[in-house]
């Protein structure tokens, strides 16, 4: 037995070795999925994504590996009923439900309350759209435990989630006129014996949309065709994808929704938009016939309703969802109104008095010719407007705030209605009052309002926050919006005009009227003077977080100093000094003149680039009193890095540099002294700090595994998606977090997008254009000097277990972005770099792409002239057999290697034989030879470092210190 267990052990040891030698003799050359076994080193031994991409070969490459992994997964449902993937819940007699539709709930009172904002928000979007003279639609349909709930099995709360309770029962007390309840319609149907959902089914099936298609007509009294036209419509089979989903197979790839034209049976009925997710597939067919047309917008791949929905010419707006889907719906009601037509009719406006407005938490308020001046010391300072009237089923209300264009920071609004109101109970105390509504806003560059819908109740308090940050604000304006629909007030009497003209004291002698005698008042006696020691101002410090990096606006950047103040008012002064000699960097500086409600607040302005400082303050009575800060903090450059895996590993892999220390790192919404983990982030932050001398703040934000579009949605997330539990909007979070303002934001992503294979080159650009243009230059202040806020793009790495094809749709877009966006940079190339394992780059690879991005961003700064490697130019067919490439450098003058270059395909045109390559070496400087070993045809295509996983094992690279690649290039 022993001797047994020594020979499996070496068996053990050796099989990396002996594997690779068997996967390098039959392992594909083609750059398909199946590769050869990932080769082995020393220095992978111990590192965990070498041994999953072991784990991954056996997967993907043996023969029985995937079909005992299916045969598994068969016998665990077929024999046990047991399902081995977390997203899969198998019920009684074999039925299968999404996980996220049995999963735990929220607290009821959570749920509860998150279902009442839905509710509000959905009534606001319906009078905004009612008072453009279109006509509105909601459609959810109800999930699969909701309507085959004997099934579930134990364990199971309930049918329905008690988010979609929460909005059914709002919607009995006070309902939508475009709600459409599909509940009872589909367990009517489920009684008839139409199979609403099959055992299998993640979606309903075509007989249940045409019961719901029914009801949606006759609620809206649409015109219908006649039921025997029903059987006619095509519908595609019963769906197996939570089958699939339990045997670890893919679904089938399901195209995006696409609009529908009319029907056969098409009427000169309504034009309509509609917004909704995988249920319209089968849903619209049965409608097409009752409208003129439809357009479709897919919330899969555009998750926020906004003004995507207002800017087609529509008569009807359509919103549908799956229950499951409720949850993660997001209204833009800022984009919604503001892309409404103007006038809107049914609407009065009424502004708020800004001079009523009263602190509820330590702030300070001032009515000043731009607006109500809020002075706050940060998250959780709220300030209350008047009481309002609520929103009844007569009128609706909200209440629209208006900031400057150059507000920053999330803006946290609560309304809290009287115990009179619709919600009994809520999931926690909130400054005092259990019934509050809370939502957060961040102001777009498409707006400066924000928009609150009221609660119904008879009287509504608001209470703002205006940023999580300290500072000084302002709002400019508060209106109060009701919307009457199509029954407004009528205007108010105007009294009749007095036929007296002037002033009708006019000729009347006026005498003063005297007090009458009495008693002298006597003046309040002097209170008792008090000791003088007792009334002296004192002060503290709401400190600077420890490290943090305030991104500078030209050289320079302001901060907010705030705190407490009690004793006799005066004057608040602060300075800067070093945080290691004391020196002054900014003298002692007037930042409240008026302290006032035991708080100071103002504004520093100017602090120039540079740090470690502190911060000190006093009051003018006692300067001798100086209350001096303990942490360090400085003015720099932030750097956003956003992407996916690769980008993610310039913090987590290799330990070759030593932290600068004027190098932090911001994550999860706190900044951080970095160790000596990450190579390619300490070798961006080390080499900008070394050049420009003052604090590099590196935002980490990055997620592994997430894609651009929603086809490449690997349940990761994709930046795309604007809702507020995306990955995006916790990125934006983040930036807000660290001050709402960076320099650059450094992109390194696209490995999502190739794995699927269905985005295309076109599609990918499009997506990239609309996220920078739309999204990050809408949300995040250009702290850079350039005219945009500068976006810089490392293209997709070698992959060696991906499709040449789809992988290179995917950089030839993103070297497209480069030409097509604006601000848009090439921060560096890694094709010549070395992969580690199936996907990464290796720790050193990582330090070249920190110090090749550092030169992009010395370039944008006027610091260096070049920041790109050479670049192809002309392509010469000197003979049959040899072809001239001429080089444009950009940085050098010569390049390596002069010869045995790799890389270069030269393949027939048009069927793309590839022919075969005799030499390539270097002619000169600036010309690359490449001999054939047969003669070329008149036509041929010219390619380097093309596909998923090119040869570079020889690369061209210029003869500049940094050692730049020759760019890619397809002909």
């Known amino acids: 037995m022993k001797k047994f267990l020594s020979l499996l052990f070496v068996i053990l040891l050796t099989a990396p070795a002996a594997l690779w030698l068997v996967g390098h003799m039959y392992g594909n050359s083609d750059n398909t999925l199946h590769?050869?076994?990932?080769?082995?080193?020393?220095?992978?031994?111990?590192?965990?994504?070498?041994?999953?991409?072991?784990?991954?070969?056996?997967?993907?490459?043996?023969?029985?590996?995937?079909?005992?992994?299916?045969?598994?997964?068969?016998?665990?449902?077929?024999?046990?009923?047991?399902?081995?993937?977390?997203?899969?819940?198998?019920?009684?007699?074999?039925?299968?439900?999404?996980?996220?539709?049995?999963?735990?709930?929220?607290?009821?009172?959570?749920?509860?309350?998150?279902?009442?904002?839905?509710?509000?928000?959905?009534?606001?979007?319906?009078?905004?759209?009612?008072?453009?003279?279109?006509?509105?639609?909601?459609?959810?349909?109800?999930?699969?435990?909701?309507?085959?709930?004997?099934?579930?099995?134990?364990?199971?709360?309930?049918?329905?989630?008690?988010?979609?309770?929460?909005?059914?029962?709002?919607?009995?007390?006070?309902?939508?006129?475009?709600?459409?309840?599909?509940?009872?319609?589909?367990?009517?149907?489920?009684?008839?014996?139409?199979?609403?959902?099959?055992?299998?089914?993640?979606?309903?099936?075509?007989?249940?949309?045409?019961?719901?298609?029914?009801?949606?007509?006759?609620?809206?009294?649409?015109?219908?065709?006649?039921?025997?036209?029903?059987?006619?419509?095509?519908?595609?089979?019963?769906?197996?994808?939570?089958?699939?989903?339990?045997?670890?197979?893919?679904?089938?790839?399901?195209?995006?929704?696409?609009?529908?034209?009319?029907?056969?049976?098409?009427?000169?009925?309504?034009?309509?938009?509609?917004?909704?997710?995988?249920?319209?597939?089968?849903?619209?067919?049965?409608?097409?016939?009752?409208?003129?047309?439809?357009?479709?917008?897919?919330?899969?791949?555009?998750?926020?309703?906004?003004?995507?929905?207002?800017?087609?010419?529509?008569?009807?707006?359509?919103?549908?969802?799956?229950?499951?889907?409720?949850?993660?719906?997001?209204?833009?009601?800022?984009?919604?109104?503001?892309?409404?037509?103007?006038?809107?009719?049914?609407?009065?406006?009424?502004?708020?008095?800004?001079?009523?407005?009263?602190?509820?938490?330590?702030?300070?308020?001032?009515?000043?010719?731009?607006?109500?001046?809020?002075k706050i010391p940060g998250e959780g300072a709220f300030f209350s407007l008047p009481p309002l009237s609520g929103s009844t089923n007569r009128v609706f209300r909200m209440v629209k705030l208006t900031f400057p264009a150059d507000h920053q920071g999330r803006i946290t609004i609560k309304t809290l209605p009287e115990k009179t109101g619709l919600i009994e109970s809520s999931p926690r105390q909130v400054a005092g009052n259990e019934l509050a509504i809370a939502v957060q806003k961040n102001l777009s560059r498409e707006t400066r309002h924000v928009i609150v819908p009221l609660p119904f109740d008879e009287s509504v308090e608001i209470q703002i926050n205006p940023s999580q940050h300290p500072g000084v604000f302002i709002l400019e304006k508060a209106e109060l919006l009701s919307f009457y629909g199509k029954n407004p007030p009528p205007a108010p009497?105007?009294?009749?005009?007095?036929?007296?003209?002037?002033?009708?004291?006019?000729?009347?002698?006026?005498?003063?009227?005297?007090?009458?005698?009495?008693?002298?008042?006597?003046e309040p006696a002097r209170q008792a003077s008090v000791h003088l020691t007792e009334a002296l101002p004192e002060l503290s410090l709401a400190d600077i977080e420890e490290g943090r990096i305030f991104q500078r606006q030209g050289k320079s950047a302001d901060i907010v100093v705030t705190g407490t103040y009690s004793g006799l008012p005066g004057t608040v002064e602060s300075r800067v000094v070093d945080a290691g000699t004391d020196a002054v960097v900014v003298p002692w500086t007037v930042v409240d003149d008026a302290p006032e409600n035991g708080l100071y607040t103002g504004i520093l302005r100017h602090i120039p680039q540079g740090g470690w400082y502190r911060l000190h303050v006093r009051s003018s009575l006692t300067p001798w009193v100086v209350n001096k800060g303990s942490t360090r903090w400085g003015v720099g450059m932030l750097v956003a890095c956003i992407g996916q895996s690769n980008m993610r590993e310039w913090f987590f892999t290799g330990n070759a540099h030593q932290p600068s220390p004027l190098v932090m790192l911001h994550r999860n919404g706190k900044w951080f002294a970095p160790g000596i983990e990450g190579n390619g982030a300490l070798a961006l932050g080390n080499r900008l700090a070394s050049m420009l001398k003052m604090p590099i703040g590196l935002l980490d934000y990055s997620v592994n595994g997430t894609?651009?579009?929603?086809?490449?949605?690997?349940?990761?997330?994709?930046?795309?998606?604007?809702?507020?539990?995306?990955?995006?909007?916790?990125?934006?979070?983040?930036?807000?977090?660290?001050?709402?303002?960076?320099?650059?934001?450094?992109?390194?992503?696209?490995?999502?997008?190739?794995?699927?294979?269905?985005?295309?080159?076109?599609?990918?650009?499009?997506?990239?254009?609309?996220?920078?243009?739309?999204?990050?230059?809408?949300?995040?202040?250009?702290?850079?000097?350039?005219?945009?806020?500068?976006?810089?793009?490392?293209?997709?790495?070698?992959?060696?277990?991906?499709?040449?094809?789809?992988?290179?749709?995917?950089?030839?877009?993103?070297?497209?972005?480069l030409k097509t966006i604006d601000e848009c940079h090439l921060a560096a190339l890694s094709l010549d770099l070395e992969n580690r394992g199936r996907q990464h780059l290796a720790p050193a690879a990582y330090s070249t792409l920190g110090i090749r991005t550092a030169q992009t961003i010395f370039y944008l700064l006027g610091k260096v002239h070049f920041h790109r490697g050479p670049a192809i130019s002309t392509v010469t067919r000197l003979s049959d057999r040899v072809i001239d490439i001429a080089i444009r450098q950009q940085g050098g003058t010569d390049f390596t290697p002069w010869s045995e270059i790799t890389g270069f395909e030269v393949l027939a045109d048009p069927d793309r034989t590839p022919l075969s390559i005799a030499s390539v070496s270097r002619k000169d400087g600036n010309t690359i030879r490449i001999e054939l070993a047969d003669d070329a045809p008149p036509d041929f295509i010219l390619r380097y470092l093309y596909g998923a996983h090119p040869d570079t094992s020889n690369p061209v690279r210029d003869n500049t210190a940094l050692r730049l690649p020759l760019e890619p290039f397809s002909q």
């Open 35 to 374: 590769q050869g076994f990932p080769p082995p080193e020393a220095t992978l031994w111990l590192d965990r994504g070498y041994y999953q991409a072991v784990e991954g070969w056996f997967r993907e490459s043996l023969p029985v590996g995937k079909h005992l992994k299916t045969l598994h997964n068969w016998l665990n449902y077929h024999l046990f009923s047991a399902s081995s993937t977390a997203s899969v819940r198998v019920g009684i007699h074999g039925w299968l439900y999404p996980m996220e539709t049995t999963a735990d709930y929220p607290e009821p009172p959570v749920a509860r309350q998150a279902g009442y904002r839905l509710f509000l928000e959905l009534h606001a979007v319906e009078k905004i759209i009612s008072a453009t003279g279109h006509r509105f639609l909601v459609i959810v349909v109800p999930g699969k435990p909701a309507i085959y709930p004997e099934y579930v099995g134990a364990g199971f709360s309930g049918a329905q989630s008690p988010f979609y309770k929460a909005l059914l029962d709002a919607n009995d007390r006070h309902p939508l006129s475009g709600f459409v309840g599909l509940d009872p319609i589909l367990k009517k149907a489920k009684l008839s014996g139409i199979d609403v959902y099959h055992k299998r089914s993640r979606l309903w099936s075509c007989g249940a949309a045409a019961a719901a298609a029914e009801q949606i007509l006759n609620f809206q009294e649409l015109a219908r065709p006649l039921s025997s036209d029903r059987s006619s419509i095509p519908c595609p089979p019963p769906d197996n994808d939570l089958y699939r989903l339990l045997l670890d197979e893919a679904p089938p790839e399901k195209a995006p929704l696409a609009g529908h034209t009319a029907g056969p049976h098409a009427v000169n009925g309504p034009v309509a938009v509609v917004y909704g997710d995988e249920y319209l597939d089968r849903l619209l067919p049965f409608l097409t016939s009752a409208f003129k047309s439809l357009a479709v917008i897919d919330s899969t791949q555009e998750p926020t309703f906004d003004r995507n929905v207002m800017a087609k010419k529509s008569d009807w707006v359509v919103l549908e969802s799956g229950e499951s889907g409720l949850e993660r719906l997001h209204l833009n009601l800022e984009a919604i109104y503001a892309a409404a037509s103007q006038p809107m009719q049914g609407v009065v406006k009424r502004d708020i008095a800004l001079d009523g407005a009263k602190p509820v938490t330590p702030c300070a308020l001032d009515i000043t010719p731009d607006g109500l001046q809020i």
């Open 493 to 522: 009497s105007i009294p009749e005009r007095s036929e007296m003209v002037g002033d009708i004291y006019s000729g009347m002698e006026l005498q003063p009227i005297k007090p009458p005698a009495g008693d002298p008042v006597d």
């Open 707 to 817: 894609g651009l579009t929603a086809k490449a949605e690997w349940g990761k997330g994709f930046w795309l998606d604007t809702g507020p539990d995306g990955i995006y909007r916790r990125f934006i979070d983040g930036v807000n977090t660290a001050g709402g303002s960076v320099e650059v934001v450094l992109w390194m992503q696209g490995e999502a997008d190739a794995a699927r294979g269905t985005v295309s080159r076109e599609e990918y650009r499009s997506a990239l254009e609309r996220f920078v243009n739309d999204q990050i230059r809408s949300d995040i202040k250009n702290g850079s000097s350039r005219p945009r806020l500068p976006f810089l793009i490392i293209p997709l790495v070698k992959r060696p277990s991906g499709r040449d094809a789809s992988c290179q749709w995917i950089r030839d877009a993103q070297m497209d972005a």
